[in-house]
C-alpha cells in the first residue's frame, strides 16, 4: 500500500511538471489534457484522475509553489534582532533561485506572463493565490513590526500598508525582469527601491 502511495504521488508529481512545462511553453489557453497526459505517456483520463481541469492544475501548482516559497525564505528571516537588510536579502536569495532555478523560472514566468487571468478562473483559484500572497505579506509585516517595536520606524507606520507597497513593488519588478523591460541590473533595482522605501519610514 505505502508503495502504491508512492507512486500515486510521484504520478501526481509527474503530471504537474508537465503542466507546468508546457504552460510556460505555450500559455494557459492552448495547453490541453491530452499534451500533459502525452509528455508524460499516460491517457487523458489518468490525467482526469488527479485533476478534474486545468484551474485545478494551477491551484496545485501555486500551492505548491507557496510552500516551498515559505519554506526556502523563513531562514532569511530571523526571529529576533530582524532588520531592513534581511527582508533585502531574502529577495536577493528568491531573485537568485529566480534566475538559476529552471522550474521555478518556468512556474513564475507562466504566473506572470503566460497565464490568461479571466474572472472565472480567478474565482476558482482565489484561494490558492491568496495563499502565495500571504506569505511574502507575513513575512514583510513580520520584518516591519519587529523594526517598529525596536524603534528602528517611525511608530505613525502602517505596517500592513507599507508590506503592501513593498509586495506590489517587487512584483512588478519580477514582472519587468521577466519580461525584458527593466533597464538596470534585477538586484540592484530591488536593492535601490527596498532602501527608498525604508529611508522613508525610518527614524
Known amino acids: 500500500m505505502r508503495r502504491t502511495k508512492e507512486d500515486a504521488e510521484q504520478t501526481r508529481q509527474n503530471i504537474l511538471a508537465s503542466a507546468r512545462d508546457i504552460f510556460y511553453e505555450k ?3 492552448k495547453t490541453t489534457f491530452d499534451e500533459i497526459a502525452k509528455r508524460i505517456n499516460l491517457t487523458k483520463g489518468a490525467v482526469y484522475w488527479y485533476f478534474r481541469n486545468k484551474p485545478d492544475i494551477v491551484a496545485a ?4 509553489y507557496a510552500q516551498n516559497h515559505l519554506d526556502a525564505l523563513r531562514s532569511y528571516i530571523p526571529t529576533e534582532n530582524c532588520s531592513f537588510q534581511n527582508l533585502i536579502d531574502m529577495l536577493l536569495f528568491n ?8 522550474n521555478t523560472y518556468k512556474f513564475m514566468f507562466f504566473v506572470s506572463c503566460q497565464m490568461e487571468w479571466s474572472e472565472a478562473i480567478l474565482y476558482k483559484i482565489q484561494p490558492s493565490i491568496e495563499q502565495t500572497k500571504r506569505v511574502t505579506r507575513n513575512l ?4 516591519l513590526e519587529n523594526l517598529q517595536r525596536n524603534h528602528q520606524i517611525r511608530e505613525d507606520v502602517d505596517t500592513s500598508m507599507i508590506s503592501e507597497i513593498l509586495m506590489t513593488m517587487y512584483s512588478g ?7 525584458k523591460r527593466l533597464v538596470n541590473d534585477f538586484d540592484e533595482t530591488v536593492k535601490t527601491g527596498f532602501n ?3 529611508n522613508s519610514i525610518k527614524i
Request: glycine share 6%; charged share 15%; no cysteine.
Open 27 to 29: 500559455g494557459y489557453s
Open 61 to 64: 501548482l501555486i500551492n505548491e
Open 95 to 102: 531573485n537568485k533561485v529566480l534566475k538559476n532555478d529552471g
Open 140 to 143: 514583510f509585516t513580520q520584518v
Open 173 to 179: 519588478m519580477m514582472e519587468a525582469y521577466f519580461t
Open 196 to 198: 527608498l522605501i525604508y
